[in-house]
Each structure stands twice: as structure tokens, then as C-alpha cells.
């Protein structure tokens, strides 16, 4: 049974930092893209950053310099350290994780809100 489950997010405030941990349990974590996507309310699933079985990175604008994300596969976590955080990136994110063409699974979410 594949499990993708998301920790770490919560309540900052504007500037503040957090970190999004997703522990994976069921694949051969290694081998898949792994990627964080986020969703504010209202509006559509947006992805935020990739990281490729190689650990190639990329991603969105919006975030680009304040995000980071990392995988270890030793322990079958990708991270995803948020810094900098603004309102606007209040949003519940999304662990998934990818082989094109075969697997696409995903996290529970957690919650990110970024208020004072």
C-alpha cells in the first residue's frame, strides 16, 4: 500500500520559515519524481517545485529564491523548506510523487497559513 504522508506545516507569520516534510511508504521512492503542489482556496492545484530521481529541481515563479526542495533517499522523505513565506502562499500543499506514464500518487496535504 503506497502512503505519502505530509508533515511540518501550521501558522507563520509574514517573513516567516517552515519546513514540509512527506515520508513515503509502498514504493521504491528512489526511482520517482517527487514534487510539491498547493492549493489556496478557491483556486486550482498549482505546482510549486520537482525534484527528479536525479535530483534535478524546478520551480514556479512565485516561489523561485525562497523555496527549496530536497529529497533523501535514504529515508524516503522529500522536504520542502519555505522561506521568506507570504500570505499569499497560504495554501493546504501536496506531496506527490510521479513515474510518467505508470504512478501518480499523493499526500493527505497540510496545511500552510502565513498571517500575522
Known amino acids: 500500500q503506497v502512503q505519502l504522508v505530509e508533515s511540518g506545516g501550521g501558522l507563520v507569520q509574514p517573513g516567516g520559515s517552515l519546513r514540509l516534510s512527506c515520508a513515503a511508504s509502498?514504493?521504491?521512492?528512489?526511482?520517482?519524481?517527487m514534487a510539491w503542489y498547493r492549493q489556496a482556496p478557491g483556486k486550482q492545484r498549482e505546482l510549486v517545485a520537482t525534484?527528479?530521481?536525479?535530483?534535478?529541481?524546478n520551480y514556479a515563479d512565485s516561489v523561485k529564491g525562497r523555496f527549496t526542495i530536497s529529497r533523501d533517499n535514504a529515508k524516503n522523505t522529500v522536504y520542502l523548506q519555505m522561506n521568506s513565506l507570504k500570505p499569499e502562499d497560504t495554501a493546504v500543499y501536496y506531496c506527490?510523487?510521479?513515474?510518467?506514464?505508470?504512478?501518480?500518487?499523493w499526500g493527505q496535504g497540510t496545511q500552510v497559513t502565513v498571517s500575522s
Open positions: 506527490n510523487a510521479v513515474i510518467l506514464g505508470r504512478d501518480n500518487y
Open positions: 509502498g514504493i521504491i521512492f528512489r526511482v520517482y519524481r
Open positions: 525534484i527528479t530521481s536525479g535530483g534535478s529541481t
